[in-house]
């Protein structure tokens, strides 16, 4: 075990936190990734101090240092995609071609954001006055802080950091306190890509340790959180009733996400997607396929189908060649999953497949399940409407396309959708009619393009959009400017 602690870095400079916790690797509970300082709140309050410092001067840079700094980025981190893809795998459980792919998407993150730095447009229009114009500019909001959840531990930190520092915004980023390594790292490939002392800082630590200091403070402009609803509640309270300003605040939060199958669907591509969306990453996806809706031609056909692909899913340490099932990430989620589990039991769900954990796979002691499918379920149950993040799928029987989109928007999420079927006239209505962010046809609910809006409606998201040119509405706030010449 190593007994280096990975430092906080606040101002330019690595610091020690008040104290360090170990990064517990879940596929072999007996391997410490490493420790990791914890920030305390004087912390939070220096990085916010250093970050209120640093951005004027971020800001007044020519945009091509903000260009050059994170096309830098975003070149180490491709470079670099094996050794980071095995220490996100090693500290999250995310089986390692799924950390490969991670990984090259924040690498493109910061690509693209390098590109937009230098395209930080506005507009030019007459006035109704007579000889007047108005000019629209897009300005930095000043300190963003950065919360982020465990279950992507490279990409959202990216999709986050890179357009707040593309805008001339600066950062105080606090990861999940589960995985640190992989913000860590992020951080140390930041602290070499010439950001000015301050512009970037991390804060590892717990969130309800220094949580509210990166909510309440008056310096922080704006506030970006990914995770759970129960926390985006907190989150916005926070933002709102703070003396003086308010902070603008985005929050992508959780899911319940609907993937029909309608009876002329290809069989071969449903299971696919379904296989895909639902068990991949461990079903440790906001936009994971959880229920699975299915017209009454097709649901044996697809149960039996799904069911034979189950079983040759490969659950074992995420880092094993040929591992398509990593880990679920801790003790306490493992705990949630099982009782889901047992929940969807007794409220009548069959549960067809899986659902088991494994104490131990290839001798290793860690938080393994066996995916699990529910067939005989109603929409009305527990495991239909609670988001459980896990490895756990369901299946709704309907009887035609119409009982269908009823059910896959009766949720009270709207992050991401999708539809099965070789009808252009239902693929046309369903993408029309889903009530999500997101509507995926013939394609699993999960996996989005780096380059184009990514989050959700209802209890999934509030605020702005994130990624692609649509992040420049939270990042940026506008300008209207009369001109009289
Ligand atoms: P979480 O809400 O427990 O934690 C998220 C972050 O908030 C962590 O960094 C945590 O330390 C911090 N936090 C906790 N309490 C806080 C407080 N009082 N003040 C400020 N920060 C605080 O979520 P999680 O368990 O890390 O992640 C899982 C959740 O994230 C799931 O609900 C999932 O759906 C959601 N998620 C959503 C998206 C999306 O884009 N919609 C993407 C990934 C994950």
Known sequence: MTTKT?????????????DAAPNINPS????????????????????????????PAWAALSPQQRTDALDQAGSEIQARKAELAELLAREEGKALPDAVGEVVRAAQIFKFFAGEALRVGGELLPSTRQGMSVEITREPVGVVSIITPWNFPI???????APALAYGNAVVFKPADLVPGSAWALAEILSRCGLPA???NLVMGRGREIGDTLLEDARVSAVTFTGSEATGRKVAQAC??????????????GGKNPMVVLDDA???????????GAFHSTGQRC??????????????RFVAAMVERMRGLAVSDARAPGTVIGPVVDAKQL????????????????????????PQVDGKPGFYLQPALFTETTNAMRINREEIFGPVATVIRVRDADEALAVANDTAFGLSSGVCTTSLKQATRFKRQLQAGMVMVNAPTAGVDPHVPFGGRKASSHGPREQGRYAAEFYTTVKTAYVQP
């Not at 709102?240 to 939060?253: H, I, N």
């Open 155 to 161: 990409a959202i930190p990216a999709w986050k950091i």
């Open 28 to 55: 072999d509970t007996r391997d410490v990734v490493g420790l990791y300082a914890r920030a305390s709140r004087a912390d939070a309050e220096a990085a916010i101090a250093a970050a209120q410092a640093a951005q």
């Open 240 to 253: 709102v009733s703070r003396p003086g300003a308010m902070a603008k605040f985005q929050l992508e939060m």
């Open 335 to 358: 705990e949630q999953d099982l009782d889901y589990i047992r929940i969807g039991r007794e409220e009548g769900g069959r549960l067809v497949a899986g659902g088991d954990a494994l």
């Open 6 to 18: 990975h430092g906080n870095y606040i101002g330019g400079e690595w610091t020690e936190g008040q």
């Open 198 to 200: 301050g512009t970037f």
């Open 266 to 276: 290809d069989l071969e591509v449903a299971v696919s997607c379904a296989i895909n």
């Open 287 to 300: 936009t994971a396929s959880s229920r699975l809706v299915v017209t009454e031609g097709i649901h044996d």
